[in-house]
């Protein structure tokens, strides 16, 4: 089989697969990997300075204002977003809709009773699809989520690309990687990233990546604003030579591996993102990219109003706990410059 048709069942299966329950699964300390939303609330206090600034400039204030977010795990990020929005603008966040896009419907129910036992739940909705977000004009974002995305990989061997794809070991008991012909969508993508590869190289694509931008780019039909929250690279960096294993990693107790046959459901498995194509496929959608950055600058731009009202004084325990978090988030040996944030624009 393909390598992504593996990695759709190790992660997705309804029964076995890795994040068949998001809701119970830990991240964090406790967890498997750490994301920004597990280092504490901050991240989500950041965003929501960048949500109120951009609604008020961007959509000049427009009434009823709709936040679409995707990939939201338990829904921390979503309670978060909407705590800093009650600090910042109380009036602001009671006349927001909050859209959480979750289709598969076991983890969608989990996700609203978590939700409505949580007095920081309230606001928040859970819809089953991206139609069902739609709306005419909104603010859309996710966080670790195209990375989750199941790849092919390829295998540069004797001067020709060749397919990566998941068959049975030598024994017959377990599972390898074996080479095949590439199916001609793989092709036209060998095609475009040329043959000037060392021997034994081996990357990873990420065809899915089309149609969902295609579908997300759909949300909002008149205005809207897109962030897409990641690690990842520009395609010269993604397949530079000297990136001769690829990006394709496996997490279990903050552990990292290259082996995603070692627990297939047990382990989570990753690719960074190939962000020259998220944009690719954006502009056939109808949307101009205007920002490309990390972390680090994304973070340190929405946090200025909140730096500012704090300036000069001695921080109180609240303020303290979160100034430490924001110096992680913005890191540029932590998450500061590994996680990059692509912004897209619809309408003026």
Same mark, same amino acid.
């Given at each position: 089989m393909?390598?992504?048709?593996?990695?759709?069942?190790?992660?997705?299966?309804?029964?076995y697969?890795?994040?068949?329950?998001?809701?119970?699964?830990a991240?964090?300390?406790?967890?498997?990997f750490?994301?920004?939303?597990?280092?504490?609330?901050?991240?989500?206090f950041?965003?929501?300075?960048?949500?109120?600034?951009?609604?008020?400039?961007?959509?000049?204030?427009?009434?009823q204002?709709?936040?679409?977010?995707?990939?939201?795990?338990?829904?921390?990020?979503?309670?978060?977003?909407?705590?800093?929005?009650?600090?910042?603008?109380?009036a602001?966040?009671?006349?927001?809709?909050y859209?959480?896009?979750?289709?598969r419907?076991?983890?969608?129910?989990?996700l609203?009773?978590?939700?409505?036992s949580?007095?920081?739940?309230?606001?928040?909705?859970v819809?089953?699809?991206?139609?069902?977000?739609a709306?005419?004009?909104?603010?859309?974002?996710?966080n670790?989520?195209?990375?989750?995305?199941?790849?092919?990989?390829?295998?540069y &061997?004797?001067?020709?690309?060749? /397919?990566? *794809?998941v068959?049975?070991?030598? !024994?017959?008991? +377990?599972? #390898?990687?074996v =080479?095949r012909?590439?199916?001609?969508?793989?092709?036209?993508?060998?095609?475009?990233?040329?043959?000037?590869?060392?021997e034994?190289?081996?990357t990873?694509?990420?065809?899915?990546v089309d149609?969902?931008?295609?579908?997300s780019?759909?949300?909002?039909?008149?205005?809207?604003?897109?962030?897409?929250?990641?690690?990842?690279?520009?395609?010269s960096?993604?397949?530079?030579?000297?990136r001769?294993?690829?990006?394709l990693?496996?997490?279990?107790?903050?552990?990292?591996g290259?082996?995603?046959?070692?627990?297939?459901?047990?382990?989570?498995?990753?690719?960074h993102?190939?962000?020259?194509?998220?944009?690719?496929?954006?502009s056939?959608?109808?949307?101009?990219?205007?920002r490309?950055?990390? &972390?680090?600058?994304?973070?340190? /731009?929405? *946090?200025?109003?909140?730096?500012? !009202?704090?300036? +000069?004084? #001695?921080?109180? =325990?609240a303020?303290a706990?979160?100034?430490?978090q924001?110096?992680?988030l913005?890191?540029p040996?932590?998450?500061g410059?590994?996680?990059?944030?692509?912004?897209?624009?619809?309408?003026?």
């Open positions: 393909s390598f992504s048709d593996f990695m759709e069942l190790s992660l997705y299966h309804k029964e697969g890795y994040y068949s329950q998001p809701v119970s699964r991240i964090g300390r406790t967890g498997d750490y994301t920004s939303v597990s280092v504490g609330s901050t991240f989500g950041l965003l929501a300075h960048a949500i109120h600034r951009e609604w008020i400039t961007t959509f000049g204030g427009a009434p204002p709709v936040i679409v977010e995707q990939g939201a795990h338990d829904g921390r990020l979503a309670r978060d977003v909407m705590a800093g929005l009650r600090a910042i603008d109380p602001f966040a009671a006349s927001l809709t859209r959480i896009i979750e289709p419907p076991s983890v969608r129910m989990a609203e009773e978590t939700l409505a949580d007095p920081a739940g309230g606001g928040i909705e819809v089953g699809d991206i139609a069902a977000a709306t005419p004009c909104g603010i859309f974002l996710c670790e989520l195209l990375d989750a995305f199941p790849v092919h990989c390829l295998l &061997q004797d001067g020709a690309w060749r /397919e990566r *794809a068959g049975r070991n030598d !024994s017959g008991d +377990g599972l #390898a990687w =080479a012909p590439l199916p001609p969508f793989l092709e036209a993508f060998a095609a475009l990233i040329g043959h000037d590869f060392p034994g190289y081996h990873e694509v990420c065809p899915a149609h969902w931008v295609e579908e780019a759909a949300l909002f039909g008149e205005k809207g604003l897109w962030w897409i929250v990641d690690y990842g690279y520009e395609r960096d993604y397949y530079a030579p000297s001769r294993t690829g990006t990693r496996c997490y279990d107790a903050h552990r990292a290259e082996d995603p046959f070692a627990s297939p459901g047990r382990q989570d498995i990753t690719a993102v190939d962000f020259t194509r998220v944009e690719e496929a954006a056939r959608a109808g949307l101009r990219r205007t490309f950055t990390d &972390q680090h600058h994304f973070l340190i /731009e929405a *946090a200025r109003p909140w730096l500012l !009202s704090i300036e +000069g004084e #001695a921080p109180a =325990a303020n706990k979160r100034l430490r924001f110096q992680t913005t890191h040996s932590l998450m410059q590994q996680f990059k944030v692509m912004e897209f624009r619809r309408g003026s």
